[in-house]
């Protein structure tokens, strides 16, 4: 449905008088980031899901390239650099069956994440301290994610 509305929504954006000063998709919503782009304006992901489930949606096309056959047959866990590793029988849903097309649209959201100039997900430092400090500093998840890095908020700024 947003591959489709897409026209229309490239159209209400550039008749506006004043453009937005930022567009916000949801992960489901990432084929509306070339808008963003092609007028020139800041955009960004929110994946209302915990940190965990962003890292393995943005390294899924890397794992994708990485590994032979189903995920959930694999016999070691699945290595998210920084992170606490995934077993195979953990994987979300759409990974479950590399033939189905859900899983080729997951890959996709994956990549198309990526081309957002940041990424909200519903999580907090000490809920997933790991994989939040993997998303920020780990040097090869972040040159999958090459997204700016924001800096650490201290519990006085976010309280």
């Known amino acids: 449905m947003v591959r489709e509305a897409v026209p229309v929504v490239r159209s209400a954006i550039a008749a506006m ?8 998709v949801d992960h489901f919503g990432t084929d509306a980031l070339p808008i ?14 915990t940190a965990r489930f962003t890292a393995l949606t ?10 032979e056959g189903e995920y959930v047959d694999q016999l070691e866990d699945l ?20 033939n189905d097309q859900q899983y ?15 990424i909200l997900f519903n999580s907090w430092e000490d809920l997933e301290p790991k994989t939040i400090q993997a998303l920020r500093e780990n040097q090869a998840l972040r040159s999958v994610v090459n ?9 006085k700024e976010a309280g």
Do not use: H, W
């Open 58 to 67: 943005v390294y899924c096309p890397v794992l994708d390239q990485e590994i």
């Open 17 to 24: 008088d004043r453009r937005p000063d930022a567009l916000f």
């Open 147 to 155: 997204i700016p890095r924001l800096p650490r908020r201290s519990t």
């Open 79 to 98: 290595r998210i650099p920084g992170c606490k590793p995934v077993r195979p029988e953990d994987v979300v849903d759409p990974m479950l069956d590399r």
């Open 36 to 49: 963003a782009a092609e007028l020139n304006i800041p955009k960004y992901v929110y994946v209302p899901s």
């Open 104 to 118: 080729d649209e997951y890959v996709r959201m994956g990549k198309q994440i990526l081309l957002s100039d940041g």
